[in-house]
C-alpha cells in the first residue's frame, strides 16, 4: 500500500561543490541561511530571497557576488540579527528534479556549514527519486525524520489543473512569507486573466483549508 502514501521527510545534505551556497557557508559555518521563495527568470535562472545571519547590513553582497553562479545580489533590508538579499543565481540541478516532478519546493530552507535542511513532500516514487539523487549527491546524508499519511487524508480533492496551478503559484514564490510574487505578475507569468487567477487560487485555499480541518477532526 505504500504508493497509496504521502511522505514527508526532511533531509540533511551536504551541499555539492560548485554552488555558492556550499561554498560560502562553509567558509562561514557560524553564519545562518533561510532561502524563503524562488522564481524563476529565465532559462536554468533563479532569484531566490535570503535571510543570512550577520552585521552590519549588507556585510555578505560583496563576497556573495564574487561566485561564478551568482549573476546579481541586491541587498533588501536589516531583519532581525541579520539582512535580507535578493540574489539571482543559476540553478542547482535539484530543481531540474523537482520540475520533472512537478513538485513544489518546500520553503524555508535551511542552510549551515555547508549543509542543507529542507523538507520533501512527496509521493512515494517521486520521494525514491529525490532520495537517490541526494544520497548520489551526499553519500553521508542524513534523513531527519520521515511521516507517511495516506493520500486521502492529507490532499484535498483538487482537479489536475487545480493542481498544476497550485504547484506553479507555490515555484513562483506565491505563497511564500514574504510573498515571491504579486498575484498581477503570476497571472501574467501563466497568461491568465488576474480576475481568473485569484478565483482560481480562492477554491484551492478553501479546498486545502477544509482538508487541514478534516485532518484535525480525524487525529493522527
Known sequence: MTPDRLFIATLRVRIPPGLWTGSFSSAHPNVRIEVLNRTEV????????????????????REITGYSDVAQVDTLAEVGEGTLYRITYDN???????????????????????????????????????????????????????????????????????????????AAGYFAVPRGITLTALARKLNRSKSGISESIALIEKKLFETALRSENQGP
Open 92 to 170: 542547482p540541478p535539484v530543481l531540474a528534479l523537482y520540475q520533472q516532478l512537478r513538485l513544489p519546493v518546500q520553503f524555508p530552507l535551511r542552510l549551515q556549514g555547508g549543509f542543507i535542511v529542507w523538507e520533501i513532500v512527496a509521493r512515494y516514487a517521486d520521494f525514491q527519486r529525490i532520495m537517490a539523487h541526494a544520497r548520489a549527491a551526499d553519500p553521508g546524508m542524513t534523513l531527519v525524520s520521515i511521516r507517511r499519511r495516506p493520500l486521502r487524508t492529507h490532499l484535498p480533492i483538487l482537479t489536475d489543473a487545480q493542481h498544476e496551478l497550485l504547484n506553479q503559484a507555490m
Open 42 to 61: 529565465g532559462p536554468g535562472v533563479s532569484v531566490s530571497d535570503y535571510w543570512i545571519s550577520g552585521h552590519p547590513p549588507g556585510v555578505w553582497a
